[in-house]
């Protein structure tokens, strides 16, 4: 199935493409390295050791890594960190790597949203603790498919992206988890 979009994506033939998986998802097949990886997860973000635990990992937006950028004024944080206490939650921030700047999450929301964006910790690890992941296009939906629990995503700029990127599957159909355009319908 996926032959010919990789084939596509990297400028080959299709006679060159071997669809064989990847070797990053070989941890999500193996209970010791899953329970490594929980155990790294909460030894980074201790706070999520008890409580839900919400990732909002995002793609970003932009042309090359240079231009990559994420809106983060849309993240209403007053109200995620008041959803967050009345859930007993928290939530962490992964943004992609190619996004430089840091979330402005102020102070006193610090303690329940966390930006876990330079911190070491290998993002699929970081699944393991996950109970709910926020996305929009990231490839990261993949990796958590595999664990069966629910996503969300947060797709405000699905028509504009949809016309400067596209999909090789249409997004709404593809997509296994509820689809919000806004910030009061994420929360």
Known sequence: HDVPFYAEAFGIPESRVVPTGIPRMDRFFDEAARAEGREAALSAFPAARGRFTILFAPTFRGETPRTATYDATLIDYAALHALALEKDAVVIFKMHPFVREPLAIPEPFRDRLIDGTATAIDV?????????????????????????????????????????RDFYVPFEQFVPGRIVRTFPELL
């Open 124 to 164: 699929n690890d970081l699944l393991f603790v996950v109970d709910l992941l926020v996305t929009d296009y990231s490839s990261i939906v993949f990796e958590f498919s595999t664990l069966g629990r629910p996503m969300l995503f947060f797709a405000y700029d699905l028509d504009a992206y949809v016309a400067e």
